[in-house]
Antibody
Framework: EVQLVESGGGLVQPGGSLRLSCAAS????????MHWVRQAPGKGLVWVSR????????SYADSVKGRFTISRDNAKNTLYLQMNSLRAEDTAVYYC???????????????????WGQGTLVTVSS | DIQMTQSPSSVSASVGDRVTITCRAS??????LAWYQQKPGKAPKLLIY???SLQSGVPSRFSGSGSGTDFTLTITSLQPEDFATYYC?????????FGGGTKVESK
């Protein structure tokens, strides 16, 4: 079965940086667009960022634009989220998620997340 | 941004009950809507996509309907494993947005 395993979370001070990783296995990682979604403690789900299958196109939520960078290494089957200038409001569990179909997935019904990682907790606090 | 409003925010129900959750989009999103189930400490699980298509492996007691701005998730006969929080998500445009969640609790 498809597996997504996040790592890299932890406690960081405001203004600090962290890089999250999402190791993918048991599917053709290079064929799928990937996303990051976060969830603050006790709160709902918030979309963060997405990247296309070859890494040439990305988009971000306004709340993280200019501070976070999504990337991928298809040779290593790994998705990344570089988080800089972290704020207390970035505290959340971060999930990587796979879209529902192979290939182009810019809009529409493919933009469903059929597999999620277990999440990694990022805590921004002094 | 498209706002997704779920109601109710919580519902108390018993095993065997029929449960209906609604999701309203702030503008039309065709049928680009998905539903997820999330249990405490776990990742969300996809139930329904394209408003009414059942994800593979999801029990048929779950169903979705609607188009445009108004959508519904129905659980026809609630099972013990269905007590969880449910989220809708629009797939019409970026940023993708989720509803605030509906917690299904035991009465």
């Amino acid at each position: 079965e498809v597996q997504l395993v996040e790592s890299g979370g932890g406690l960081v001070q405001p203004g600090g940086s962290l890089r999250l990783s999402c190791a993918a296995s048991r599917f053709t990682f290079s064929s799928y667009w990937m996303h990051w979604v976060r969830q603050a403690p006790g709160k709902g789900l918030v979309w963060v960022s997405r990247i296309n299958s070859d890494g040439s196109s990305t988009s971000y939520a306004d709340s993280v634009k200019g501070r976070f960078t999504i990337s991928r290494d298809n040779a290593k089957n790994t998705l990344y989220l570089q988080m800089n200038s972290l704020r207390a409001e970035d505290t959340a569990v971060y999930y990587c998620a796979r879209v529902g179909i192979k290939g182009f997935c810019g809009v529409g019904s493919c933009l469903r997340f059929d597999y999620w990682g277990q999440g990694t907790l990022v805590t921004v606090s002094s | 941004d498209i706002q997704m409003t779920q109601s109710p925010s919580s519902v108390s129900a018993s095993v065997g009950d029929r449960v209906t959750i609604t999701c309203r989009a702030s503008q039309g999103i065709s049928n680009w809507l998905a539903w997820y189930q999330q249990k405490p400490g776990k990742a969300p699980k996809l139930l329904i996509y394209a408003a009414s298509s059942l994800q593979s492996g999801v029990p048929s007691r779950f169903s979705g309907s609607g188009s445009g701005t108004d959508f519904t998730l129905t659980i026809t006969s609630l099972q013990p494993e269905d007590f969880a929080t449910y989220y809708c998500q629009q797939a019409n445009s970026f940023p993708l947005t989720f509803g605030g969640g509906t917690k299904v609790e035991s009465k």
